[in-house]
């Protein structure tokens, strides 16, 4: 097991000292096998919450969670024989908002400063950042610019080009693509996926795109007021019962291939996930 929750609540300990339980009792495991896991849930659900607790960022006020064999608690922090920096490698986490992950003078240094944390030399950290400037969407030239005076869509990019180059096993993603155009969008959950298919690693992506969900996600958790309320299947998640309860966005292609259903007493054995395969099934259904 990659990662396991045992009871994790967290409660922010605010100004007025009465503190607030953001997350409550939650048992996870994430297996580590190279699942794409989307998660998703209402604004204020907790979410970016439970996702800092993966690498450890944030620590349980109670319960416990064992992260790669290192076990977190709540005393963890006190402990100066427990060192949570291996973490930090095997657990990638691209921030929701990027302006706290970039800080380095350029987006190059930025994204070097992961693999030579890690023990990478001054040239293959820089060999890295070449090689994974493209694959985010920016070329060469934004290599030496600072992250800073960049728009809103580039420094995500840039944010996920520090976590990529690190090659964690567990890459979580809090709202990857929110700000992108859609071009831009398709093309970096494409670039997550086929991580996920060609390096076998386990990805978590954060979204309030139900589409999203449907096309590429394997296995969904939902957050509703701190607590987990679903972990499964995707098609079972969109089933008029539960799409009800917590009032989701019905995919657009699960829509349109429910209506092609109905009108023209046609069946999909496999639902089609994306426009693509729903083409393709239309087209084996007409023959
Ligand atoms: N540092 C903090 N101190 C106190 N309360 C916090 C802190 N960070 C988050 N919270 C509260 O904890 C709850 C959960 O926040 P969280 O950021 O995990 O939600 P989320 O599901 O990621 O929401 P969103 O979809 O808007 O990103 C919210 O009610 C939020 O106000
Ligand atoms: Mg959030």
Do not use: C
């Amino acid at each position: 097991m990659a990662i396991e929750f045992e009871r994790v609540s967290h409660q922010y300990v605010g100004v007025d000292q009465k503190g607030y339980l953001a997350i409550e009792d939650i048992r996870l495991n994430i297996r580590g096998d190279g699942e794409l896991i989307a998660l998703i849930g209402e604004t204020g659900s907790g979410k970016s919450t439970l996702v800092q607790h993966m690498n450890a960022l944030l620590q349980p006020t109670q319960g416990r969670m064992n992260i790669f064999g290192i076990k977190v608690d709540n005393l963890t922090k006190k402990r100066k024989d427990v060192k949570l920096t291996p973490i930090r490698k095997q657990v990638g986490l691209v921030f929701q908002f990027p302006e706290y992950q970039l800080f380095e003078e350029t987006v190059e240094k930025d994204i070097m400063f992961g693999p030579k944390n890690f023990g990478a030399s001054e040239a293959d950290a820089r060999e890295k950042a070449r090689e994974i400037i493209n694959v985010v969407g920016l070329d060469e030239s934004y290599l030496s610019r600072s992250p800073f005076n960049l728009s809103g869509g580039e420094k995500k990019r840039a944010s996920i080009a520090g976590i990529l180059a690190m090659e964690p096993d567990v890459l979580i993603l809090d709202e990857p693509t929110s700000g992108l155009d859609p071009l831009g969008r398709n093309a970096l959950l494409e670039v997550f996926n086929t991580i996920h298919e060609t390096l076998n690693t386990t990805v978590i992506i954060i979204t309030h795109d139900m589409n999203t969900v449907y096309e590429y996600a394997k296995r969904v958790l939902v957050m509703r007021e701190g607590t987990l309320v679903y972990d499964g299947d995707p098609l079972k998640l969109f089933s008029k019962k539960n799409i009800d309860r917590w009032n989701l966005d019905k995919p657009e292609v699960l829509a349109l291939a429910q209506d092609i259903e109905n009108k023209f007493d046609i069946h999909f054995d496999t639902p089609p996930r994306n426009k693509t395969m729903l083409k393709d099934a239309l087209k084996e259904a007409l023959k």
